[in-house]
Every structure is written in structure tokens, then in C-alpha cells.
């Protein structure tokens, strides 16, 4: 018997470690998709993180094969007789139809980190009726129970960040991206705003990101492999892109800014359906701009 337990980032498999620890606690084995931590706790992985990692309609265009493969093997585990709940972790793409086969089969589901449809496509919050959410804000919470989901608050994971990284002190940091097409796009933007930092230092998140920064950066900046969990505290400031590592550092008390480059479509699609000012969560959750977002088509 066991527990089908699906992430596809980075930041979702540091929450799905706690998960996966809970699961196999009660007496259910894990299996599903994560990374370095859920891998850690116990999960028995069932399909290449690496390929789930994308970010962008371009991204997820090249993958599509790839990402069908592992949400048709997905879907034949959730319906196995062993399968006894589905728990999803962020990474709507994969989990709402997820999600909603295991409505129909009846299915106990729990999502953690679910949409955020306070952002933009607010219509999906009508599948989230009846629904065991998990959510990290009050506003989200509201939001979701007014869908009639049943939902609970969670500490987020940046607040466990205990671990200071010595390698981090008085550095400016770049993170350029947790998926590689993301870094790649964004590369060349924080190569140029890094040769105006002195102490500017490139940060990766997995081996995969380490491995292809070192070979482009050839030496022109450091490289540092970052176990995630570690705080950024001590930092000069920090480029990130927007997401965690966004969140992560502004709670660390650093200066940061956001800067993305995306594809066309992404643009357009975040033009016409996207529902806040601002793209970085502290500036969603403060209503204000205390981090700077700089977007650039690429």
C-alpha cells in the first residue's frame, strides 16, 4: 500500500520531505516524483525529476512528450488498488489532472502549495471543492475556503532556512534559475549585470545547474552549489529570479532584486491573464514594492 506523492521543483521537494516522512510514518510506503530531500526521506522515486523541471510555454512545448510520458504512468499508479491517496505538491501542469482523476475515482487527495488563482486562471479554484489544501498566507486560505476547499495553513519552507552558508558573506549573489531553460534564458542578462559586482558569485540549486554554469561561466565567476535550506543571510544582495529564492532571500534581510527573461508567449499569456502588480511574492503579500522586478523578452 502506498501514497503517491508528486513534486516537480525544487522548492516543493523541500516541502515534500516533511511529507514524505509523515507518509511513511503512518505506515504507507512513498512513491512519486521529487528530488534530493523527498529522495532523502524515504520516497521511492518513479520518474526523472529533471525532466519536470520547466518554466514557460516554449519549456513546456520541448518536454511535452517527455511530461506525458510521466503523467500517463502517474495517472495508472494513482488507480492501482495499492494507491490509498494522492498528495500534490505545487506543479499544477501535473497535479490538477491528477487531481481531478482522483476525484472521479474517489480518491482521498491532499494538496499542498496548490495554484495560485489569486494571481490569474482564479477558475480553477472550482476544483478544489472539497479539497484538503494546504496552504502557506491567510489571504491564500481565504481564498481557497471561499471555493470550498478545506484548507489549513503551513509554515513555508523559507522560514526553516537555518543553515547559514559561510561562502555567502558579503557576496552578491546570482541566481539565474532552478530550471535549466529558465537559466538559460536568463543567463546572459545576469552576466552582464554581474560584471559590475565585485564580489558577484553564481549560485545553483542541483548538479545539473552547477555542472552548466561552470562550463559557461568558464571561470569568469565562482560557482557555488547550494544545498537548498541553506539561508542567504550574511549576502551583500541577491539577483534572483522570481520565485522562492526570491522569498528566501528578502526573509534573510538582504537587499534583492528580481529580473527575469521570458519567452514571447509567456509574456503575452502573463499579459492577458495575470491578475496582481507584481510577480514576486513579497511584494504580493506586502502589497507594496520592496523587492524591484525587472522583466526583458528573450
Known sequence: MFALIVAGEDSGDIIGEDVVKSVLEGGLEALGTGGTYMRGAGLKIVADFEDMAVNGFFDVLKKLPKLFFIKNKLSKMLQSKNCKSLICIDYPGMNLPLMKLAKK??????????????????????????????????????????????????????????????????????????????????????????????????????KELFDFLNKKLDGKFPVILKERGTSFAGAKAAVCTPGTAVLEAYLAGIPTIAVAVIDPLTYIMGKIFLKTKYLTLPNIILQKEVVKEYVFLG
Not at 122 to 138: L, P, S, T, W
Open 105 to 206: 475515482i474517489n480518491k482521498p487527495v491532499f494538496y499542498i502549495a496548490p495554484p495560485q488563482i489569486w494571481a490569474w486562471k482564479k477558475n480553477r479554484g472550482k476544483h478544489f471543492k472539497d479539497i484538503n489544501v494546504g496552504v502557506f498566507f491567510e489571504f491564500e486560505k481565504n481564498i481557497y475556503e471561499s471555493f470550498g476547499a478545506k484548507a489549513v495553513l503551513i509554515k513555508h519552507p523559507c522560514l526553516k532556512n537555518t543553515r547559514i552558508c559561510d561562502e555567502f558573506k558579503d557576496k552578491v549573489l546570482f541566481l539565474p534559475g532552478s530550471r535549466l531553460g529558465q537559466l538559460k534564458r536568463n543567463l546572459k542578462k545576469y552576466i552582464t549585470i554581474a560584471k559590475n559586482e565585485k564580489n558577484a558569485v553564481f549560485v545553483a540549486s542541483r
